[in-house]
Each structure stands twice: as structure tokens, then as C-alpha cells.
């Protein structure tokens, strides 16, 4: 059974800088789409970002492109989220999700709370 496990979130101040992390075991890492979600408190989750298999293709949301940059390890079964300037409304929490045919498992989730 795939499991994904997050962390590095935290209490940031605004323009800081926060790196998530979400390992996935039980699975064949290097053959799942993976992505960054996150939702805020009252709001729909939302796609932040993603990332192919290889990690030749990766998209962003609208807001936080520029920012926000996505990752993978193959090796280290290891998917990251760099994030950058961060500003209040970035304030959420964060899931890693990964996908393959077949297979789809979610996070516990991890929380990132940017202070103004």
C-alpha cells in the first residue's frame, strides 16, 4: 500500500522561505505523478504544483509562479516543493499527492502559516 508522508512546513514570516518534502513508500516511486496541493481554512483544495515521473515536465498554479518551484529525487523517493517569497495568502495546508494508473494516494498534509 502506497503511503506519502509531508513535512518541513511551519510558521514563516512574509518573504520567507519554507522547503516541504513528502517521501512515498510502498510503491514504485519513479513511475507516479506527483503534486503539491493545498488548502486553505473555509476554501476548496487547490492544485499548486506538479511534476512528471521523469521530472521533465512541471506545471504552477497562476499563483505562485515565480515562486514556488517543484522537485523530485527518483532515488531518495522524494518529492519537494521549494517555496519562496511567501505572503499570507499562501497560508494553508499543504498536501502531496501521487498518481499513477492504478494508484492515487493523498498526504496527511502539512502546515504552512505565513505571518504578515
Known amino acids: 500500500q502506497v503511503q506519502l508522508v509531508e513535512s518541513g512546513g511551519g510558521l514563516v514570516e512574509l518573504g520567507g522561505s519554507l522547503r516541504l518534502s513528502c517521501v512515498l513508500s510502498g510503491g514504485t516511486f519513479s513511475s507516479y505523478f506527483m503534486s503539491w496541493f493545498r488548502q486553505a481554512l473555509g476554501k476548496e483544495r487547490e492544485l499548486v504544483a506538479g511534476i512528471s515521473s521523469t521530472g521533465a515536465g512541471v506545471n504552477y498554479a497562476d499563483s505562485v509562479k515565480g515562486r514556488f518551484t517543484i522537485s523530485r529525487d527518483n532515488a531518495k523517493n522524494t518529492v519537494y516543493l521549494q517555496m519562496n517569497s511567501l505572503k499570507p495568502e499562501d497560508t494553508a495546508v499543504y498536501y502531496c499527492?501521487?498518481?499513477?494508473?492504478?494508484?492515487?494516494?493523498w498526504g496527511q498534509g502539512t502546515q504552512v502559516t505565513v505571518s504578515s
Open positions: 499527492y501521487g498518481f499513477r494508473p492504478g494508484s492515487k494516494s
